[in-house]
């Protein structure tokens, strides 16, 4: 299986940085896997239109050219980011608006819009300092992601892996998370 992971963290000594590591360390080798580090990209998250580049033209922006050729090739996308500000961090919420563009990952209907990211699957792995509890009744951690953007695009099925509390646990409780995460990527 091709599988492309979205990385979208600043800092590699992170958590984060350490869930990235884990994963790429027990994916089974039989797969091919591509890193995309949108901070080490300098990604620029703005999408920009107007009468010179026009929203109709997203598809073909050559300047995205790249991205739309990761995300083809790949049959499976990991995800892995913090929580911030209850979703994304803007660099992949800009990733998303710039390279999901009409015409590549959807396309209008007349009623209601097509996927066309079909047969591909995605695992999202995120962070934050809410106690677990709490995440069902809060909005996002993810579940956008999820639920809007994959689900409309035709990734489906999405796994969504929230590491709560992160602040609020101790070092084997995280120590615990990673071996977690671990297992389930050695499980792809
Ligand atoms: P780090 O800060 O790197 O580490 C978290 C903890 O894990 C630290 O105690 C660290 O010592 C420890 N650690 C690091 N590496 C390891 C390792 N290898 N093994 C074991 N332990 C390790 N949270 C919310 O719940 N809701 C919000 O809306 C929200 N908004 C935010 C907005 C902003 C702008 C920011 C900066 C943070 C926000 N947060 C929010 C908190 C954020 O989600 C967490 O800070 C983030 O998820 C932690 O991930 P990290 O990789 O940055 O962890």
Redesign the pocket.
């Known amino acids: 299986m091709n599988i492309l992971i979205i990385y979208a ?1 600043p ?1 590699h ?7 990235l590591k884990q994963v790429q360390d027990h994916l089974d080798l039989k797969h091919t896997v591509k890193l995309l580090d949108l901070y080490a990209e300098k990604f620029n998250p703005v999408l920009y239109f107007d009468e010179d580049h026009r929203r109709r033209d997203m598809a073909v922006d050559p300047d995205t050219q790249t991205y739309r050729d990761l995300i083809t090739w790949a049959d499976k996308l990991i995800f892995i980011f ?5 979703g994304m961090p803007a660099i992949l919420k800009g990733f998303i608006d710039r390279v999901f563009a009409s015409g590549f990952a959807y396309s209008y209907k007349k009623m209601g819009m097509a996927g066309h990211l079909n047969g591909k699957t995605a695992w999202i792995i ?5 106690p677990g509890f709490l995440t069902p009744f809060v909005q996002d ?1 993810g579940k956008v992601l999820k639920r809007q953007i994959f689900s409309m695009c035709g990734i489906k099925p999405c796994k969504l892996t929230s590491l709560a509390h ?2 609020g646990i101790d ?1 084997k409780k ?2 615990k998370m ?1 071996e977690k995460i671990a297992t389930q990527a050695s499980q792809l």
Do not use: D, E, M
């Open positions: 963290h800092n000594k992170s958590f984060n940085g350490a869930i913090p929580v911030w500000w209850s995120t962070t934050h300092n809410t951690y992160l602040r070092l995280r120590q990673l």
